[in-house]
T-cell receptor
Framework: KAGVTQTPRYLIKTRGQQVTLSCSPI?????VSWYQQTPGQGLQFLFE???????NKGNFPGRFSGRQFSNSRSEMNVSTLELGDSALYLC??????????????FGPGTRLTVT | GDSVTQMEGPVTLSEEAFLTINCTYT??????LFWYVQYPGEGLQLLLK?????DKGSNKGFEATYRKETTSFHLEKGSVQVSDSAVYFC??????????????FGRGTSLIVHP
């Protein structure tokens, strides 16, 4: 069974630009979550989508947005990039959107560098 | 709110040494507890989990016991290998926290194992 895939793996953008990252979950998984990982803040939750609906949202500005398609693939978009947006963006998929044994399966991440 | 506290790293050990990485948590309800591992250049992988008090999760020689009385979930391994060098994350998932099962992660503990 293929794992979670993320594209692109590396990205360099200039301040003020926008960027779109893509995530394909494990087949059969309907929940996709996005995280930002930085050395200073650790792993921070961005948002979760389940069956094309945003179920949960973290504490990030409106420049960060996402969506999920009918095949469960998800994209996240960051507009008006700032230097502080440089990070590893991780996508995680899960079969459900909760439950006592909620387990997430992570992709390798997209390394975004903003210059 | 929920929180996870891990010991600061890096933890540096010689091969075949005993490993303990401490993790304590604060949660509203009765959370499930997880350990994830992140190898260099990769996303997080679920290492083990426990869903109720006194449960022991184990995988690849690693173990952790859910201790409700001390709100702890310490990770242990009897004999580490160089290939265990990675960053280890403790996490909890607590549906009682407003109904969201989105995991709360610790800051991660880097483990370096020397030959």
């Amino acid at each position: 069974k293929a794992g979670v895939t993320q594209t692109p793996r590396y990205l360099i953008k200039t301040r003020g630009q926008q960027v779109t990252l893509s995530c394909s979950p494990i087949s059969g998984h309907r929940s996709v979550s996005w995280y930002q990982q930085t050395p200073g803040q650790g792993l921070q939750f961005l948002f979760e989508y389940f069956s094309e609906t945003q179920r949960n949202k973290g504490n990030f500005p409106g420049r960060f947005s996402g969506r999920q398609f009918s095949n469960s693939r998800s994209e996240m978009n960051v507009s008006t990039l700032e230097l502080g947006d440089s990070a590893l963006y991780l996508c995680a998929s899960s079969r459900t959107s909760g439950g006592a044994s909620y387990e997430q399966y992570f992709g390798p991440g997209t390394r975004l560098t903003v210059t | 709110g929920d929180s996870v506290t891990q010991m600061e790293g890096p933890v540096t050990l010689s091969e075949e040494a005993f490993l303990t990485i401490n993790c304590t948590y604060t949660a509203t309800g009765y959370p499930s507890l997880f350990w994830y591992v992140q190898y260099p250049g990769e996303g997080l992988q679920l290492l083990l989990k426990a869903t109720k008090a006194d449960d022991k999760g184990s995988n690849k020689g690693f173990e952790a016991t859910y201790r409700k009385e001390t709100t702890s979930f310490h990770l242990e391994k009897g004999s580490v290998q160089v290939s265990d060098s990675a960053v280890y994350f403790c996490a909890l998932s607590d549906g009682a926290s407003g109904g969201s099962y989105i995991p709360t992660f610790g800051r991660g503990t880097s483990l370096i194992v020397h030959p």
